[in-house]
RNA sequence: GGAGCGAUCGCCUAGUCUGGUCGAGGGCGCCGCACUGGAAAUGCGGUAUACGGGGCAACUCGUAUCGAGGGUUCGAAUCCCUCUCGCUCCGCCA
Protein backbone atom coordinates (compact mmCIF):
# COMPACT_ATOMS: atom_id res chain seq x y z
CA UNK A 1 0.00 0.00 0.00
CA UNK A 2 1.01 3.57 -1.12
CA UNK A 3 0.99 5.85 1.80
CA UNK A 4 -1.41 8.73 1.54
CA UNK A 5 1.41 11.33 2.08
CA UNK A 6 3.24 9.76 0.02
CA UNK A 7 0.52 10.40 -2.36
CA UNK A 8 -0.26 13.86 -1.78
CA UNK A 9 3.55 14.93 -2.49
CA UNK A 10 4.95 12.60 -5.33
CA UNK A 11 2.11 12.23 -7.31
CA UNK A 12 3.16 12.68 -10.84
CA UNK A 13 6.00 10.51 -10.33
CA UNK A 14 3.57 8.00 -8.93
CA UNK A 15 1.78 8.27 -11.46
CA UNK A 16 4.09 7.61 -14.24
CA UNK A 17 5.58 4.20 -12.66
CA UNK A 18 2.31 2.37 -11.99
CA UNK A 19 1.55 4.03 -15.78
CA UNK A 20 4.47 1.93 -16.71
CA UNK A 21 3.17 -1.27 -15.00
CA UNK A 22 0.53 -0.42 -17.44
CA UNK A 23 -2.16 -0.25 -14.55
CA UNK A 24 -3.81 2.94 -14.00
CA UNK A 25 -4.92 3.89 -10.46
CA UNK A 26 -7.87 6.28 -8.71
CA UNK A 27 -5.13 8.65 -7.38
CA UNK A 28 -7.35 11.71 -8.82
CA UNK A 29 -10.48 9.90 -6.56
CA UNK A 30 -8.19 9.66 -3.51
CA UNK A 31 -6.84 13.01 -3.32
CA UNK A 32 -9.84 15.15 -3.77
CA UNK A 33 -11.48 12.62 -1.15
CA UNK A 34 -8.54 13.55 0.75
CA UNK A 35 -8.87 17.18 0.72
CA UNK A 36 -12.46 16.56 1.86
CA UNK A 37 -11.64 14.23 5.26
CA UNK A 38 -8.51 16.40 6.37
CA UNK A 39 -11.37 19.01 6.89
CA UNK A 40 -14.16 16.85 8.15
CA UNK A 41 -11.04 15.87 10.57
CA UNK A 42 -10.09 19.40 11.60
CA UNK A 43 -13.64 20.65 12.23
CA UNK A 44 -14.54 16.98 14.39
CA UNK A 45 -11.44 17.71 16.26
CA UNK A 46 -12.09 21.06 17.07
CA UNK A 47 -15.63 19.78 18.41
CA UNK A 48 -13.85 16.98 20.77
CA UNK A 49 -11.28 19.68 21.91
CA UNK A 50 -14.05 21.58 23.39
CA UNK A 51 -15.69 18.95 24.54
CA UNK A 52 -12.58 17.41 26.34
CA UNK A 53 -12.00 20.88 28.11
CA UNK A 54 -15.32 20.99 29.23
CA UNK A 55 -15.39 18.14 30.13
CA UNK A 56 -12.08 18.12 32.44
CA UNK A 57 -13.24 21.16 33.70
CA UNK A 58 -16.49 20.13 35.25
CA UNK A 59 -16.26 17.42 38.60
CA UNK A 60 -19.69 17.92 40.47
CA UNK A 61 -22.97 17.22 38.48
CA UNK A 62 -23.57 19.14 35.90
CA UNK A 63 -26.34 22.02 35.57
CA UNK A 64 -29.62 21.25 33.17
CA UNK A 65 -27.87 24.18 31.12
CA UNK A 66 -24.45 22.42 30.46
CA UNK A 67 -26.21 19.23 29.92
CA UNK A 68 -28.38 20.64 26.88
CA UNK A 69 -24.76 22.57 25.81
CA UNK A 70 -23.21 19.15 26.17
CA UNK A 71 -25.81 17.37 24.17
CA UNK A 72 -26.13 19.42 21.20
CA UNK A 73 -22.45 19.31 21.21
CA UNK A 74 -22.20 15.64 20.80
CA UNK A 75 -24.88 14.94 18.32
CA UNK A 76 -22.78 17.69 16.35
CA UNK A 77 -19.45 15.76 17.05
CA UNK A 78 -21.44 12.48 15.75
CA UNK A 79 -22.57 13.79 12.61
CA UNK A 80 -19.45 15.16 11.12
CA UNK A 81 -17.82 12.33 12.65
CA UNK A 82 -19.48 9.50 10.74
CA UNK A 83 -19.30 11.92 7.64
CA UNK A 84 -15.35 11.72 8.33
CA UNK A 85 -15.16 7.89 8.88
CA UNK A 86 -16.88 7.11 5.67
CA UNK A 87 -14.27 9.86 3.42
CA UNK A 88 -11.46 7.36 5.35
CA UNK A 89 -12.74 4.58 4.62
CA UNK A 90 -13.75 5.10 1.18
CA UNK A 91 -9.87 6.15 0.92
CA UNK A 92 -8.62 2.94 2.60
CA UNK A 93 -10.38 1.44 0.19
CA UNK A 94 -9.14 2.38 -2.96
CA UNK A 95 -5.45 2.38 -1.85
CA UNK A 96 -6.13 -0.88 -1.77
CA UNK A 97 -6.26 -0.64 -5.44
CA UNK A 98 -3.25 1.57 -6.12
CA UNK A 99 -0.10 -0.97 -7.77
CA UNK A 100 2.99 -0.75 -6.20
CA UNK A 101 5.04 1.36 -8.60
CA UNK A 102 8.04 -0.72 -9.95
CA UNK A 103 11.70 0.35 -9.29
CA UNK A 104 13.79 2.51 -11.06
CA UNK A 105 15.34 -0.62 -12.25
CA UNK A 106 13.00 -2.57 -13.82
CA UNK A 107 13.02 -2.13 -17.71
CA UNK A 108 10.11 -0.33 -19.13
CA UNK A 109 7.73 -3.04 -21.30
CA UNK A 110 4.76 -4.40 -22.19
CA UNK A 111 4.78 -7.81 -22.00
CA UNK A 112 6.74 -11.20 -21.88
CA UNK A 113 8.17 -10.26 -25.03
CA UNK A 114 10.08 -7.39 -23.16
CA UNK A 115 11.41 -9.08 -20.35
CA UNK A 116 15.17 -9.34 -20.06
CA UNK A 117 17.04 -12.29 -19.99
CA UNK A 118 20.33 -11.41 -17.42
CA UNK A 119 21.93 -14.89 -17.68
CA UNK A 120 21.74 -18.38 -18.54
CA UNK A 121 23.03 -21.92 -16.95
CA UNK A 122 23.96 -25.21 -18.10
CA UNK A 123 23.95 -26.36 -21.49
CA UNK A 124 20.04 -27.91 -23.48
CA UNK A 125 20.39 -31.98 -23.40
CA UNK A 126 22.09 -32.92 -27.19
CA UNK A 127 21.06 -36.58 -28.00
CA UNK A 128 20.98 -38.23 -31.22
CA UNK A 129 17.19 -39.64 -29.93
CA UNK A 130 13.66 -37.78 -30.14
CA UNK A 131 13.34 -36.53 -26.60
CA UNK A 132 9.35 -36.80 -25.77
CA UNK A 133 7.38 -34.65 -23.28
CA UNK A 134 6.33 -35.75 -19.72
CA UNK A 135 3.30 -36.86 -20.00
CA UNK A 136 4.28 -39.66 -22.43
CA UNK A 137 7.08 -40.64 -20.71
CA UNK A 138 5.21 -40.63 -17.38
CA UNK A 139 2.48 -42.62 -18.61
CA UNK A 140 4.97 -45.45 -19.48
CA UNK A 141 6.32 -45.28 -16.20
CA UNK A 142 3.09 -44.84 -14.08
CA UNK A 143 3.97 -41.39 -12.86
CA UNK A 144 1.03 -39.36 -13.40
CA UNK A 145 -2.99 -40.28 -13.47
CA UNK A 146 -4.71 -37.46 -15.59
CA UNK A 147 -7.76 -39.32 -16.34
CA UNK A 148 -8.09 -39.84 -13.35
CA UNK A 149 -7.29 -36.88 -11.47
CA UNK A 150 -9.86 -34.81 -13.43
CA UNK A 151 -12.35 -37.63 -12.48
CA UNK A 152 -12.11 -36.97 -8.73
CA UNK A 153 -11.89 -33.12 -9.13
CA UNK A 154 -12.29 -31.98 -12.86
CA UNK A 155 -9.84 -30.47 -15.09
CA UNK A 156 -6.30 -28.93 -13.90
CA UNK A 157 -6.20 -31.53 -11.15
CA UNK A 158 -3.95 -34.38 -11.49
CA UNK A 159 -3.07 -37.79 -9.40
CA UNK A 160 0.58 -38.70 -8.78
CA UNK A 161 1.70 -42.49 -8.40
CA UNK A 162 4.44 -44.73 -7.84
CA UNK A 163 7.60 -43.35 -8.55
CA UNK A 164 6.04 -39.74 -9.14
CA UNK A 165 5.19 -39.52 -5.78
CA UNK A 166 8.24 -40.04 -4.67
CA UNK A 167 9.76 -37.80 -6.83
CA UNK A 168 7.75 -34.78 -5.72
CA UNK A 169 8.39 -35.84 -1.94
CA UNK A 170 12.02 -36.06 -2.93
CA UNK A 171 12.32 -32.77 -4.67
CA UNK A 172 10.28 -30.77 -1.81
CA UNK A 173 12.64 -32.43 0.90
CA UNK A 174 15.73 -32.27 -1.60
CA UNK A 175 15.15 -27.81 -1.50
CA UNK A 176 13.81 -27.88 1.46
CA UNK A 177 17.11 -29.02 2.95
CA UNK A 178 19.07 -27.13 0.66
CA UNK A 179 17.42 -24.02 2.49
CA UNK A 180 17.43 -24.93 5.56
CA UNK A 181 21.04 -26.38 5.52
CA UNK A 182 23.06 -24.19 3.20
CA UNK A 183 20.65 -20.69 2.93
CA UNK A 184 20.13 -20.27 6.74
CA UNK A 185 15.95 -20.24 6.58
CA UNK A 186 13.80 -22.03 9.04
CA UNK A 187 11.10 -24.17 8.17
CA UNK A 188 7.91 -23.53 8.93
CA UNK A 189 4.51 -25.57 8.34
CA UNK A 190 1.82 -22.77 7.26
CA UNK A 191 -2.20 -23.49 7.37
CA UNK A 192 -3.69 -23.49 4.00
CA UNK A 193 -6.51 -21.64 5.28
CA UNK A 194 -6.40 -17.89 5.91
CA UNK A 195 -8.26 -15.54 6.93
CA UNK A 196 -9.13 -12.56 4.48
CA UNK A 197 -6.70 -9.85 6.48
CA UNK A 198 -3.77 -12.26 5.41
CA UNK A 199 -5.04 -12.41 1.35
CA UNK A 200 -5.26 -8.04 1.72
CA UNK A 201 -1.96 -8.16 3.52
CA UNK A 202 0.39 -9.85 0.77
CA UNK A 203 -1.81 -8.19 -2.37
CA UNK A 204 -4.04 -11.07 -3.63
CA UNK A 205 -7.18 -9.07 -2.15
CA UNK A 206 -9.37 -6.93 -2.74
CA UNK A 207 -8.36 -6.70 -6.10
CA UNK A 208 -7.87 -10.46 -7.50
CA UNK A 209 -10.73 -11.72 -5.73
CA UNK A 210 -11.57 -14.00 -8.58
CA UNK A 211 -8.39 -15.74 -8.57
CA UNK A 212 -8.45 -16.91 -4.98
CA UNK A 213 -10.91 -20.45 -3.97
CA UNK A 214 -12.95 -19.34 -0.88
CA UNK A 215 -14.10 -21.54 1.73
CA UNK A 216 -16.40 -21.46 4.54
CA UNK A 217 -15.97 -18.78 7.20
CA UNK A 218 -14.36 -16.19 5.35
CA UNK A 219 -11.62 -17.98 4.94
CA UNK A 220 -9.26 -18.91 1.45
CA UNK A 221 -7.18 -21.15 0.36
CA UNK A 222 -3.69 -19.64 -0.02
CA UNK A 223 -2.39 -19.22 -3.20
CA UNK A 224 1.22 -19.87 -2.20
CA UNK A 225 2.67 -20.11 1.20
CA UNK A 226 3.86 -16.35 1.06
CA UNK A 227 0.64 -15.47 2.17
CA UNK A 228 0.80 -17.43 5.62
CA UNK A 229 4.09 -16.99 6.15
CA UNK A 230 4.46 -12.79 4.90
CA UNK A 231 1.90 -13.12 7.34
CA UNK A 232 2.76 -14.45 10.04
CA UNK A 233 4.58 -10.97 11.76
CA UNK A 234 1.74 -8.90 10.65
CA UNK A 235 0.80 -5.96 13.17
CA UNK A 236 4.10 -7.09 14.80
CA UNK A 237 7.12 -5.13 15.73
CA UNK A 238 10.35 -6.88 14.74
CA UNK A 239 13.54 -6.10 16.75
CA UNK A 240 16.71 -4.51 14.21
CA UNK A 241 18.88 -7.89 15.12
CA UNK A 242 15.96 -10.51 14.14
CA UNK A 243 16.53 -9.41 10.37
CA UNK A 244 17.01 -10.45 7.56
CA UNK A 245 14.61 -12.93 8.52
CA UNK A 246 14.61 -15.66 6.49
CA UNK A 247 11.66 -18.44 6.36
CA UNK A 248 10.74 -21.50 4.13
CA UNK A 249 7.84 -23.48 3.81
CA UNK A 250 6.13 -26.29 1.89
CA UNK A 251 2.56 -25.97 1.08
CA UNK A 252 0.17 -27.10 -1.72
CA UNK A 253 -0.96 -24.00 -3.53
CA UNK A 254 -4.59 -23.22 -5.09
CA UNK A 255 -5.32 -21.24 -7.85
CA UNK A 256 -8.16 -20.61 -9.72
CA UNK A 257 -6.38 -20.21 -13.15
CA UNK A 258 -9.07 -17.74 -13.99
CA UNK A 259 -8.09 -15.96 -17.36
CA UNK A 260 -5.83 -19.05 -18.49
CA UNK A 261 -8.64 -21.18 -19.98
CA UNK A 262 -7.37 -23.35 -22.44
CA UNK A 263 -3.24 -22.36 -21.80
CA UNK A 264 -1.45 -25.85 -21.01
CA UNK A 265 -4.29 -27.93 -20.46
CA UNK A 266 -2.02 -30.63 -21.22
CA UNK A 267 0.51 -32.23 -19.05
CA UNK A 268 1.47 -31.16 -15.52
CA UNK A 269 1.78 -27.64 -15.96
CA UNK A 270 -0.89 -25.50 -14.62
CA UNK A 271 -2.75 -26.91 -12.34
CA UNK A 272 -5.78 -25.57 -9.70
CA UNK A 273 -3.52 -27.20 -6.94
CA UNK A 274 0.10 -27.61 -6.71
CA UNK A 275 3.36 -27.99 -4.57
CA UNK A 276 6.11 -25.06 -4.07
CA UNK A 277 8.86 -24.65 -1.64
CA UNK A 278 8.84 -20.78 -0.92
CA UNK A 279 11.41 -18.35 0.52
CA UNK A 280 10.06 -15.82 2.28
CA UNK A 281 12.48 -13.18 3.72
CA UNK A 282 11.70 -9.99 5.89
CA UNK A 283 15.01 -7.72 5.76
CA UNK A 284 16.29 -4.16 6.59
CA UNK A 285 14.72 -1.55 4.05
CA UNK A 286 18.07 -0.96 3.14
CA UNK A 287 19.15 -4.44 1.56
CA UNK A 288 16.10 -5.30 0.04
CA UNK A 289 17.76 -5.11 -3.57
CA UNK A 290 20.59 -6.68 -2.99
CA UNK A 291 18.47 -9.59 -1.08
CA UNK A 292 16.71 -9.94 -3.98
CA UNK A 293 20.07 -10.89 -5.48
CA UNK A 294 20.37 -13.22 -2.85
CA UNK A 295 16.86 -14.39 -3.00
CA UNK A 296 17.33 -16.07 -6.47
CA UNK A 297 21.16 -17.19 -6.16
CA UNK A 298 19.11 -19.36 -3.61
CA UNK A 299 16.61 -20.39 -5.73
CA UNK A 300 19.06 -21.06 -8.88
CA UNK A 301 21.25 -23.31 -6.70
CA UNK A 302 18.68 -25.69 -6.35
CA UNK A 303 18.27 -26.14 -10.57
CA UNK A 304 22.21 -26.23 -10.60
CA UNK A 305 22.32 -29.18 -8.03
CA UNK A 306 19.84 -30.93 -10.52
CA UNK A 307 21.55 -29.99 -13.37
CA UNK A 308 18.30 -28.71 -14.94
CA UNK A 309 19.80 -25.76 -17.65
CA UNK A 310 17.56 -22.52 -17.06
CA UNK A 311 17.41 -18.73 -17.82
CA UNK A 312 16.70 -16.16 -15.08
CA UNK A 313 14.89 -13.23 -16.52
CA UNK A 314 14.27 -9.35 -15.34
CA UNK A 315 10.53 -8.90 -15.88
CA UNK A 316 9.85 -5.43 -17.29
CA UNK A 317 7.13 -3.19 -15.66
CA UNK A 318 4.37 -4.90 -17.46
CA UNK A 319 5.05 -7.83 -16.30
CA UNK A 320 5.95 -6.62 -12.56
CA UNK A 321 2.56 -7.70 -10.64
CA UNK A 322 0.55 -5.57 -8.79
CA UNK A 323 2.69 -5.86 -5.80
CA UNK A 324 5.72 -6.53 -7.03
CA UNK A 325 8.97 -3.89 -6.36
CA UNK A 326 11.03 -5.37 -8.53
CA UNK A 327 10.93 -9.29 -9.93
CA UNK A 328 13.12 -12.15 -11.57
CA UNK A 329 11.74 -15.08 -13.06
CA UNK A 330 13.56 -18.29 -13.46
CA UNK A 331 12.73 -20.79 -15.87
CA UNK A 332 13.93 -24.20 -16.73
CA UNK A 333 14.85 -25.97 -20.36
CA UNK A 334 11.69 -28.95 -20.61
CA UNK A 335 13.25 -30.39 -23.81
CA UNK A 336 10.34 -32.47 -23.90
CA UNK A 337 8.12 -29.84 -24.68
CA UNK A 338 10.86 -27.74 -26.48
CA UNK A 339 10.25 -24.81 -24.10
CA UNK A 340 11.41 -22.73 -20.74
CA UNK A 341 8.81 -23.19 -17.98
CA UNK A 342 8.25 -20.69 -15.03
CA UNK A 343 9.99 -22.55 -11.97
CA UNK A 344 10.48 -19.82 -9.72
CA UNK A 345 9.15 -15.78 -9.17
CA UNK A 346 11.02 -13.67 -7.10
CA UNK A 347 10.36 -10.78 -5.80
CA UNK A 348 11.07 -7.63 -3.39
CA UNK A 349 8.40 -5.80 -2.46
CA UNK A 350 9.67 -2.76 -0.58
CA UNK A 351 7.53 -1.51 1.94
CA UNK A 352 4.38 -2.52 0.24
CA UNK A 353 3.57 -5.53 1.94
CA UNK A 354 4.88 -4.50 5.45
CA UNK A 355 2.19 -1.66 5.29
CA UNK A 356 -0.73 -3.48 4.14
CA UNK A 357 -0.24 -5.98 6.71
CA UNK A 358 1.36 -3.85 9.42
CA UNK A 359 4.97 -5.46 9.81
CA UNK A 360 7.68 -3.05 11.51
CA UNK A 361 10.96 -3.46 13.24
CA UNK A 362 12.75 -1.46 15.87
CA UNK A 363 15.73 0.27 14.70
CA UNK A 364 18.74 -0.38 16.89
CA UNK A 365 19.87 3.67 16.65
CA UNK A 366 16.61 5.36 16.69
CA UNK A 367 13.48 4.38 18.32
CA UNK A 368 11.43 5.52 15.48
CA UNK A 369 9.60 2.50 13.82
CA UNK A 370 10.33 1.71 10.42
CA UNK A 371 8.32 -0.91 8.19
CA UNK A 372 10.48 -3.56 6.72
CA UNK A 373 10.80 -4.70 3.53
CA UNK A 374 9.45 -8.08 2.55
CA UNK A 375 10.34 -10.93 -0.24
CA UNK A 376 9.62 -13.80 -1.37
CA UNK A 377 10.56 -16.47 -3.89
CA UNK A 378 9.58 -20.13 -4.71
CA UNK A 379 12.44 -22.45 -4.25
CA UNK A 380 10.72 -23.88 -6.71
CA UNK A 381 7.70 -24.45 -8.07
CA UNK A 382 7.73 -28.78 -7.77
CA UNK A 383 5.56 -29.75 -10.39
CA UNK A 384 7.25 -27.83 -13.70
CA UNK A 385 10.58 -28.72 -11.67
CA UNK A 386 9.56 -32.35 -12.06
CA UNK A 387 8.45 -31.86 -15.51
CA UNK A 388 11.93 -30.79 -16.20
CA UNK A 389 13.75 -33.53 -14.89
CA UNK A 390 11.87 -36.32 -16.46
CA UNK A 391 12.55 -34.72 -19.95
CA UNK A 392 15.56 -33.68 -19.46
CA UNK A 393 16.85 -36.74 -17.97
CA UNK A 394 14.85 -39.60 -20.01
CA UNK A 395 16.75 -42.29 -21.74
CA UNK A 396 16.26 -43.59 -24.95
CA UNK A 397 14.72 -46.67 -23.29
CA UNK A 398 11.91 -44.78 -22.20
CA UNK A 399 13.61 -44.78 -18.26
CA UNK A 400 14.87 -41.86 -16.61
CA UNK A 401 18.20 -41.25 -14.45
CA UNK A 402 17.80 -39.55 -10.99
CA UNK A 403 19.90 -36.77 -10.74
CA UNK A 404 23.35 -37.68 -8.42
CA UNK A 405 21.87 -35.14 -5.68
CA UNK A 406 18.53 -36.21 -5.59
CA UNK A 407 19.27 -39.85 -5.23
CA UNK A 408 19.33 -39.70 -1.69
CA UNK A 409 16.11 -38.97 -1.48
CA UNK A 410 14.74 -41.67 -3.97
CA UNK A 411 16.38 -44.26 -1.16
CA UNK A 412 19.55 -44.18 -3.33
CA UNK A 413 17.66 -44.93 -6.56
CA UNK A 414 19.94 -43.85 -9.91
CA UNK A 415 16.94 -44.03 -12.07
CA UNK A 416 13.16 -44.68 -12.64
CA UNK A 417 12.31 -47.76 -15.02
CA UNK A 418 9.27 -49.65 -16.02
C1' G B 1 -21.32 -27.19 20.08
C1' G B 2 -21.87 -26.07 25.90
C1' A B 3 -19.72 -23.83 30.65
C1' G B 4 -16.11 -20.87 33.15
C1' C B 5 -11.82 -17.66 33.27
C1' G B 6 -8.76 -14.19 30.83
C1' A B 7 -6.62 -10.15 27.02
C1' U B 8 -3.30 -3.19 29.95
C1' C B 9 2.45 0.75 26.74
C1' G B 10 9.04 -4.53 23.80
C1' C B 11 8.25 -8.54 28.07
C1' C B 12 5.96 -9.25 33.09
C1' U B 13 2.50 -6.85 35.96
C1' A B 14 -0.67 -2.73 39.13
C1' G B 15 -5.22 -0.42 38.33
C1' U B 16 -11.37 -2.74 37.00
C1' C B 17 -15.41 -4.40 42.74
C1' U B 18 -15.94 1.66 44.61
C1' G B 19 -16.17 5.88 36.62
C1' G B 20 -13.08 11.97 36.88
C1' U B 21 -6.70 13.21 40.18
C1' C B 22 -5.09 7.20 34.42
C1' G B 23 -2.02 7.81 28.07
C1' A B 24 -1.97 4.90 32.46
C1' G B 25 2.03 3.12 38.29
C1' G B 26 5.97 -0.70 39.25
C1' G B 27 9.65 -4.43 37.64
C1' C B 28 12.57 -6.29 33.52
C1' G B 29 14.73 -4.95 29.01
C1' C B 30 16.70 -0.98 26.07
C1' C B 31 19.11 4.10 25.46
C1' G B 32 21.91 8.29 27.62
C1' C B 33 24.75 10.29 31.65
C1' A B 34 27.58 9.67 36.31
C1' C B 35 30.99 6.39 38.91
C1' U B 36 35.40 2.96 36.77
C1' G B 37 41.87 1.83 34.00
C1' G B 38 37.77 -0.94 31.66
C1' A B 39 33.53 -3.62 33.08
C1' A B 40 29.94 -5.53 36.60
C1' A B 41 27.14 -3.55 40.41
C1' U B 42 25.03 1.12 41.73
C1' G B 43 22.80 6.06 41.03
C1' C B 44 20.23 9.73 37.93
C1' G B 45 17.40 10.64 33.57
C1' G B 46 14.83 8.87 29.27
C1' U B 47 11.93 5.05 26.88
C1' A B 48 4.31 3.79 22.67
C1' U B 49 1.94 4.54 18.04
C1' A B 50 -1.05 6.75 14.27
C1' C B 51 -3.29 10.87 12.13
C1' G B 52 -4.15 16.24 11.57
C1' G B 53 -2.45 21.56 12.37
C1' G B 54 1.96 25.10 13.09
C1' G B 55 7.59 25.53 12.30
C1' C B 56 13.53 24.70 7.65
C1' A B 57 14.23 22.21 12.21
C1' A B 58 14.89 20.78 17.52
C1' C B 59 9.96 21.10 18.70
C1' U B 60 4.94 22.22 19.63
C1' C B 61 -0.60 22.07 19.68
C1' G B 62 -4.81 18.86 18.89
C1' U B 63 -7.34 14.06 18.22
C1' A B 64 -7.39 8.84 18.87
C1' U B 65 -5.66 4.25 21.02
C1' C B 66 -5.71 -0.27 27.85
C1' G B 67 -7.85 -7.28 22.24
C1' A B 68 -11.85 -5.26 18.30
C1' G B 69 -16.58 -2.98 17.60
C1' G B 70 -20.91 -0.81 19.72
C1' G B 71 -23.64 1.27 24.10
C1' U B 72 -24.53 3.95 28.99
C1' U B 73 -22.53 8.73 30.98
C1' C B 74 -21.08 15.65 31.20
C1' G B 75 -16.87 12.04 31.78
C1' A B 76 -15.02 4.84 30.69
C1' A B 77 -8.82 0.82 31.18
C1' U B 78 -12.93 0.74 34.94
C1' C B 79 -20.19 -0.29 33.89
C1' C B 80 -23.35 -2.97 29.80
C1' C B 81 -23.72 -5.69 24.90
C1' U B 82 -21.54 -8.21 20.60
C1' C B 83 -17.32 -10.30 18.37
C1' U B 84 -12.16 -12.21 18.10
C1' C B 85 -8.30 -14.73 20.32
C1' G B 86 -6.10 -17.61 24.48
C1' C B 87 -6.55 -21.02 28.72
C1' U B 88 -9.51 -24.79 31.67
C1' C B 89 -13.54 -28.29 31.82
C1' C B 90 -17.58 -31.08 29.09
C1' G B 91 -19.38 -33.02 24.34
C1' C B 92 -17.90 -34.61 19.40
C1' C B 93 -13.95 -36.15 16.32
C1' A B 94 -8.85 -37.88 12.86
Redesign the pocket.
Known sequence: MI???RL?ENRESIEQAIARKGEDAPIDEILSL?VE??KA??A???L?????????A?????SPE??AA??SR?QKI?EQEAAM?ALDAKIQDLLLYVPNPPHESVPTGKDENDNVTVRTWGTLPNVPYALRPHYDIGEQLGLFDFERGAKISGSRFTVLRGMGSRLERALIAFMLDIATTEHGYEEVSPPYLV?RECMVGTGNLPKFDEDAFHADNDLFLIPTAEVPVTNLYREE?L?EAQLPLALVAYSACFRKEAGAAGKDTKGFLRLHQFDKVEMVRFVHPDTSLDELELLVGHAETVLQRLGLPYRVLLMCSGDTGFAQWKKYDIEVWAPGLGRWLEVSSCSVFGDFQARRANI?F?P??S????YVHTLNGSGLAIPRTLVALVEHYQREDGSVAIPDALQPYMGGRTEIAR
Open positions: PLQRDARRAVEQKAEHNQATSMHGVPDRMAKKERVQRRKDGKLQ
